[in-house]
C-alpha cells in the first residue's frame, strides 16, 4: 500500500494535518506496544511452566528467554533491509505475521510435548518482534520533538507494561489454577501415567496461543491498511550528521547498543527470573508466577512518572542516571537480604528499569542522521542481552543458588550510570 503523506521529518512541525496524523500514528504505534507487551512478558510464566511439563533444569529452562531474544541478533539487519525496500508500515504488518506463525508452532509443539519446538515458536515471535521493534521505535523517537522522545517512548511503555499484566493474569489462571494439586499428583506417579498428566498439562497452551495468532493476523491485516505516514530519515542527514564530517557509525550510537544489550539484559532477568526464585524462597507457585505482575505495576509506576517529570521537570539523561542509581542500590539490596525483603528488591527493580529505555534510545539515536536506519538495527540487535543474561543467571543459579545468581546484574547498572553520565557524549561535537 503507497503512503499518499508527506514524509515526516525531525522534528514534526504540528500543523492541523500533521495533527492528526500524529495522532493516528501514536494510536497505532500503542496497539503494537501493547501487543509487544502481551507476547514478551508471558515469557515469565512460560519458564516455571515448561520446566515443570517439560522437565528440565533451572539452565536449560531459561533458553525460553535466549530463543525469545536472541532472534533480535539473528534477525535485526536483515530487518533493517527489509524496512529499506518495503518501508516502515508494510515491515509493521509482516511482523505481525511472522509474530502469528510463531505463536501456531506452539500447538504442535504443546501435543508433542517437546521444549525445542516451544523454542522454535518462540524463535518466530522474536523473529517478528524484531520487524516490529526495528520499525516502531525509531518511528516514536522521530515522530515528534526530540527533547520529549522519552515522554513518547513512556506512553508506549505504559501499553507495553500494561498488555504484559493481563497476559500474566491471564495465562496463570489458565495454567497455574490448580498448581499445588497437579504438582502433588504429578510427584505421585511414574511411567505412562506421569506421562500422560505431563502431556495434558502441555496442552493447555492450546487455547490461548491459538487465539493469540488470530489476534495478530486481525492485527496485521489493520495495519496493512493503515495510512500511516513514512518517516523518511535520508532526508535528515545534512541536519543531524555534525556538518557532515563525521565518518562511520558516532560512537556515542556504538556504546548506547552496549548499554540497550544491559538494559534489556537486566529488565528480562529481573522479571522473568521472579516466578522460580519466589518459588527459591518458599512461595507457593500460584503466588509465585504471579509475581511478574508486580514488576509490571513497578514498570508502569515508573514509566507514568516520566510522561509527568519528563522534559518539564527532568531531563530524559538525569532520568536515566537517577534509574541506574537506584537499580544499584536495589540490586545490592537483593543480594544482602533473603526472602520477601530480597523478593521485594528484585520487584523495585523494574520501577528503577522504567525510564532506561526511553533514556537510552534519544541519547543514542541523537545525531545520528543518515545512520538513523542501521543504529536502529544495531539498537535492535542489542535486545539480545535478554537472550544472554537470564541464562548466564540459570547457570550461575545451577552451580550455586538463585538468590547469588543476581550478583550478574551489578556491572550492568554501572555501565549503564557511565553512559547516562558521559558515554553518551562521546564522539560528539560540542554546540
Known amino acids: 500500500m503507497g503512503n499518499s503523506a508527506t514524509p515526516i521529518k525531525e522534528p514534526l512541525p504540528m500543523q492541523s494535518q500533521q495533527q492528526a496524523n500524529y495522532g493516528k500514528a501514536m494510536g497505532i504505534i500503542g496497539t503494537l506496544f501493547f501487543i509487544f507487551g502481551f507476547v514478551t512478558w508471558l515469557n515469565s510464566v512460560l519458564i516455571p511452566f515448561l520446566k515443570q511439563a517439560c522437565e528440565i533444569s533451572d539452565f536449560e529452562v531459561f533458553f525460553v528467554t535466549f530463543a525469545f531474544y536472541i532472534s533480535y541478533l539473528v534477525m535485526a539487519i536483515p530487518s533493517s533491509a527489509i524496512l529499506k525496500?518495503?518501508?516502515?508500515?508494510?515491515?509493521?504488518?509482516?511482523?505481525l505475521l511472522i509474530m502469528a506463525v510463531g505463536s501456531l508452532i506452539f500447538i504442535p509443539a504443546a501435543y508433542t510435548r517437546s521444549f525445542p519446538l516451544f523454542l522454535l515458536g518462540l524463535f518466530g515471535q522474536g523473529t517478528g518482534l524484531t520487524l516490529l521493534q526495528a520499525a516502531s521505535n525509531p518511528y516514536v523517537t522521530i515522530l515528534g520533538p526530540i527533547e520529549k522522545a522519552a515522554q513518547r517512548i513512556s506512553i508506549m511503555g505504559i501499553c507495553n507494561k500494561v498488555a504484559g499484566m493481563i497476559g500474566i493474569f491471564v495465562l496463570v489462571q489458565l495454567l497455574f489454577s490448580d498448581a499445588t494439586e497437579l504438582s502433588a499428583k504429578i510427584n505421585t506417579l511414574t511411567g505412562a501415567a506421569r506421562e500422560a498428566e505431563l502431556q495434558a498439562l502441555a496442552q493447555r497452551v492450546v487455547v490461548p496461543y491459538l487465539v493469540m495468532t488470530v489476534v495478530l493476523l486481525a492485527l496485521a491485516f489493520m495495519v496493512r491498511k493503515s495510512d500511516l505516514p513514512e518517516i523518511n530519515t535520508d532526508e535528515e542527514d545534512a541536519v543531524a550528521d555534525d556538518a557532515g564530517a563525521r565518518k562511520g557509525i558516532p560512537p556515542h550510537l556504538l556504546l548506547g547498543v552496549v548499554c540497550i544489550f544491559a538494559y534489556v539484559g537486566v529488565e528480562v532477568l529481573a522479571i522473568d527470573s521472579l516466578a522460580l526464585y519466589g518459588e527459591y524462597n518458599g512461595l507457593e507457585k500460584m503466588v509465585a508466577t504471579n509475581l511478574g505482575i508486580y514488576s509490571l505495576i513497578a514498570l508502569t509506576v515508573g514509566y507514568l512518572s516520566g510522561i509527568v517529570l519528563i522534559p518539564k521537570v527532568i531531563s530524559q539523561k538525569t532520568g536515566l542516571i537517577i534509574c541506574a542509581s537506584m537499580a544499584l542500590v536495589l540490586s545490592v539490596g537483593a543480594l544482602a537480604t533473603h526472602g520477601w525483603i530480597s523478593i521485594i528488591c528484585v520487584i523495585l527493580l523494574s520501577l528503577s528499569h522504567a525510564l532506561m529505555w526511553p533514556g537510552i534510545w534519544p541519547l543514542a539515536m541523537n545525531k545520528a542522521g543518515k545512520y538513523t536506519k542501521i543504529g536502529a538495527a544495531f539498537m535492535v540487535m542489542a535486545i539480545c542481552?535478554?537472550?544472554?543474561?537470564?541464562?548466564?543467571?540459570?547457570?550461575?543459579?545451577?552451580?550455586?543458588?538463585?538468590?547469588?545468581?543476581?550478583?550478574?546484574?551489578l556491572p550492568c547498572y554501572l555501565y549503564i550510570l557511565y553512559y547516562g553520565l558521559s558515554g553518551h557524549k562521546v564522539g560528539l561535537k560540542k554546540a
Open 85 to 95: 525496500k518495503i518501508g516502515f508500515t508494510k515491515g509493521m504488518s509482516l511482523g
Open 385 to 409: 542481552g535478554g537472550a544472554i543474561l537470564p541464562l548466564i543467571y540459570g547457570a550461575i543459579a545451577k552451580g550455586s543458588d538463585r538468590h547469588i545468581a543476581y550478583v550478574v546484574m
